[in-house]
């Protein structure tokens, strides 16, 4: 670099010069600031692990033996036994303990054909999380459009509207949760409406976008030949948006399934309660078995709604996260 | 326009008159499906049995307990005087004396039995003797503990309560011990009692009181600010007051009762109270130890919350960083490398975010390790993906320039491909910073740290609705400012893309759409 800049160096008129200088500046600035940043998120990063550490019930080092003793006690007597474990087939290791009792939990359809208790489970959570998605998304495909500026001309309604969407988004599931199953007692109904709720108002808000970003002129005609509210929405945005608003739909179930997992663990019912229980024991074949099925679960529900999703908007709406 | 028109207009629009009978027909089948999926959910369920049990009642009186607390004053009738009691974690202190129950003292004579003596009794229920040891009461003057029990019945003749008057919002109760007047508005209803067998109403009972079998405890309502039980033996009344109580000092402060400015200057310049520490010291520590609303606790988990979403986002960046690299296509030319990291980054993140947390809180024991573990393990495989997609959509150009000047393959990384895809890497980054803040308080309640946990037990305990709420409201407090910093940045962030190329904002992918 030293050599261009000799050699560089009296050819540059004045006002080269200047801008060389300045350009110089900038470049330190910058470096200052990217120095800077790093050394602040380290000083943040390394506080925050010493903290966490400090605040933890076991010591990072002291306790990561145990999870690897965990991760090793996990190893099921002979690897069948997590696959009997899956269809409720009895163990040959039964010794009358909850550990081995698979066949216990058969939930019969006849008198011989049964459903295994996981994937009964499973069904239940994944009902949970499509339920209350519908239960969600209806309500907010009700109420998109009284938050939407170009379809509702009432700035009140509007206002009044996006602040419930907001208030509701904003309350954790589990907070909701919480209080229905004070009213409810344990069971899968408040995990419903907890997710419910909260759907309300996180598809809402996606749903008021789309709404916003349609295009009006269907709408235009239509108020030019004298329909009424209703009929200008329903003829001239829902057709456009419908698939914008199914892409959305699928992301949320694919949220919820995770959702109503985690609501299941503190007490919701579903497959989430079973592996807790399943962990806390120290089952290890039917925690393998659980942990199977849920991850095969979840990467079939992501597949399915990523292929439907591609098919209903294309590349468009390709939208990925989990949202919060 | 008469009929040859519309048929004109059919045979040139065919698609819109005669459409397929899948297109005709499939809005009205997708409704019923979803009518019939109702139905199905409502019997898998059993929707029905579950809202017959339920107890709306409760709902009201938890929701009004997120922003007020109620105060029970315990009347008991005695042969020829009342005693008053508050329940035992009252929240008006040790020895508490509200404007709002009047007392009427007379000498009374009354038969002492031998021990237990019915006042000695009713004085252990009552937080004086767990509070103030040693402290006579106002109602009770002579019951103080101390005073030797006497061993044979006699008569005393002492100071006692002979008539109470409870205020309560817009009604009152007046209490003798074997008349109770209870009055609302301009209703008012008499109770006689008959100590100990039956409560029984001069007048036919108005709506808001509600006695089941004649005779038995008449239950009074006076709309949200109180309600009381007439029985017969005592009178429980249940003031509701608005607000959080004792939010700053708990009733063992010596700050606590206090107005503010006078709280204040004994802070500022009061003399010591503790003798070893300044006021300023003594106020604080009660202030983080008050025991009904536990702010040190709460503040301590709270910031293990912000940590471990912290934490966790940024290691799982740091470790999806190289990966990604390695993910991409068309920076890493080998397939097999290719798949082998795509598909450990779908393997974390399709075990779930519940799966990992129950596994770390597990072998780490609870607390926010885990749940920053849990974090940490779930998004390697988010943000790696994430990360490797928008490699994959970079603009070659840039490279092949860079190459083209004879780079070494680091450099072109770092000239060609770096500057692309910095911003899209710290703008999902920071999305994720955002939305773990949330699921880290959720997963906290399985165990993995945080105010998760607190939050779950509190609401589990069924009393302590107000500091419920308080913690949901500073978990929206975190949430809201996290929120607003990362998308300040992210907004500075994709200000800088824009600013170079219109096409990559377009192909920025979507992740911060679904919030």
Known sequence: ?324 | MNADAIDDIAARHPDAFRRSLWKRYATPLGVLLCILYTFYCAWFFSVGAVLEKANWNLAGAYLADWVSYEIRPDIEFKDNYLTIDYSRFSKLGSNPDPDWVTKQMAVIERRVDAAPTPAIATNKSSQDSFMAPGAPTAENPAAAPGQPVPAAPETVREKAVVAADVVLGNGRIAITPNLVTVTRGDESVIFDIARDSSVTPRTPLPAWIEQRRPGSTAYVSFGFLGRAEVQDDEVIAWRRFFGWANFVFDTNSPFWGKPISEAASLIVSGARIDSSRSNAALAWDNVLNNAEWQHGDVWLKLLQTIVMAFVGTVLASIVAFPLAFLAARNVTPSRIANQVTKRFFDFQRSVDMLIWALFFTRGFGPGPLAGMSAIFFTDTGTLGKLYSEALENIDDKQREGIRSVGATPAMVQRYGVLPQVLPVFLSQSLYFWESNTRSATIIGAVGAGGIGLKLWEAMRTNTNWANVFYMVLLILLVVFIFDNISSYLRRKLMGTIANGNDERRARLPPAAQIA
Not at chain 1, 6 to 31: F, I, K, M, N, Q
Not at chain 1, 74 to 80: A, E, Q, S, T
Not at chain 1, 253 to 271: D, H, K, Q, W, Y
């Open chain 1, 1 to 324: 670099m030293s050599a261009t800049d000799v050699h560089r160096a009296p050819a540059l008129s004045p006002e080269g010069a200047t801008v060389e200088r300045h350009w110089r500046d900038l470049a330190a600035r910058r470096r200052l600031y990217t120095i800077g940043g790093l050394v602040f998120l380290l000083l943040a990063l390394s506080s925050s692990l010493w903290f966490a550490n400090e605040t933890n019930a076991g010591k990072f080092f002291d306790r990561l033996p145990h999870v690897a003793d965990f991760f090793a006690e996990l190893k099921p007597r002979d690897w069948l036994d997590p696959v009997r474990a899956l269809f409720d087939l009895p163990s040959p290791y039964d010794d009358g303990s909850l550990k081995f009792d698979y066949p216990e939990g058969r939930v019969y359809l006849t008198q011989g054909i049964y459903i295994p208790e996981y994937f009964h489970r499973m069904i239940e959570t994944l009902n949970i999380a499509l339920f209350s998605t519908l239960v969600g998304s209806t309500f907010g495909f009700l109420l998109c459009f009284l938050a939407a500026g170009n379809i509702t001309a009432s700035r009140w309604l509007r206002f009044a509207t996006r602040r419930f969407l907001e208030i509701v988004r904003a309350f954790p599931e589990i907070v909701i949760a919480g209080f229905f199953l004070a009213i409810f007692s344990l069971g899968p109904i408040p995990a419903i409406l907890a997710v419910s709720i909260h759907t309300v108002g996180a598809l809402g808000k996606m749903f008021f976008e789309v709404v916003e970003n349609a295009d009006m002129k269907p709408e235009e005609g239509l108020r030019a030949v004298g329909a009424n509210w209703v009929e200008r929405v329903w003829f001239g945005i829902v057709p456009q948006v419908l698939p914008n608003f199914m892409s959305y739909f699928l992301l949320r179930f694919e949220i919820n399934v995770r959702a109503s997992t985690i609501l299941g663990a503190v007490g919701a019912g579903g497959i989430g309660e079973t592996l807790r229980l399943s962990i806390g024991r120290g089952h290890e074949a039917k925690t393998i078995a659980i942990v199977f099925l849920l991850f095969c679960t979840i990467v079939a529900v992501d597949q399915f709604s990523a292929w439907l999703r591609h098919r209903l908007v294309g590349r468009q709406a390709f939208a990925y996260g989990r949202g919060e």
